[in-house]
């Protein structure tokens, strides 16, 4: 994609893929979760480009979207890759970390995954309220005590 912007714009674009997700009981299998989220992603084209540029028409179709969280009809779950970027390469003035943290959010159900410090793996930080911490299996609660 290369889309001219004004001449005075900076710094990085972002924008959201979003992933419509049933709740039913039955739907809950794994490739169910993933698949629409990939879906998304894949969308994230030239056209949605365009559409994001349109200006007023794309922040009213996201405002319904917003609007559907905060009265509660929808509740949603933010995940964000800072995998690839060179966070343990750069000398930060005290040199090259050893260790790279966030700090908290207040916002919950937000996933951010890293690279681990060797490189060969990816950690996921994950926001969340103390009282939703019981719903997550035991078996991803005993993965993130290692």
């Not at 739907?27 to 056209?47: C, F, G, M, S």
């Not at 779950?77 to 970027?85: A, D, G, Q, V």
């Not at 410090?117 to 719903?135: D, P, R, Y």
């Given at each position: 994609?290369?889309l001219?912007?004004?001449?005075?714009?900076c710094?990085?674009?972002?924008?959201?893929?979003f992933a419509?997700l049933?709740?039913?009981?039955?739907?809950?299998?794994?490739?169910?979760?993933?698949?629409?989220?990939?879906?998304?992603?894949k969308?994230?084209?030239?056209?949605?480009?365009?559409?994001?540029?349109?200006?007023?028409?794309?922040?009213?179709n996201?405002?319904?979207?917003?609007?559907?969280?905060?009265?509660?009809e929808m509740s949603y779950?933010s995940?964000?890759?800072?995998?690839?970027f060179?966070?343990?390469?750069?000398?930060?003035?005290?040199?090259?970390p050893?260790?790279?943290?966030?700090?908290?959010m207040?916002?919950?159900?937000?996933?951010?995954?890293?690279?681990?410090?060797?490189?060969?793996?990816?950690?996921?930080?994950?926001?969340m309220f103390?009282?939703k911490?019981?719903l997550?299996?035991?078996?991803?609660?005993s993965?993130a005590?290692?």
């Amino acid at each position: 994609m290369s889309l001219p912007l004004e001449s005075f714009a900076c710094g990085n674009l972002s924008t959201g893929a979003f992933a419509l997700l049933l709740s039913k009981e039955e739907d809950q299998e794994y490739h169910n979760l993933v698949w629409p989220r990939r879906t998304a992603i894949k969308q994230i084209n030239h056209d949605h480009v365009n559409n994001v540029q349109s200006g007023l028409p794309y922040l009213c179709n996201l405002n319904k979207g917003i609007d559907l969280i905060y009265k509660e009809e929808m509740s949603y779950c933010s995940f964000t890759s800072w995998c690839k970027f060179p966070i343990y390469e750069v000398d930060y003035g005290w040199g090259k970390p050893i260790s790279v943290c966030i700090p908290p959010m207040p916002e919950e159900n937000v996933v951010i995954l890293f690279d681990t410090t060797c490189g060969e793996g990816i950690e996921a930080w994950i926001s969340m309220f103390e009282n939703k911490k019981a719903l997550l299996p035991d078996e991803l609660l005993s993965l993130a005590a290692r």
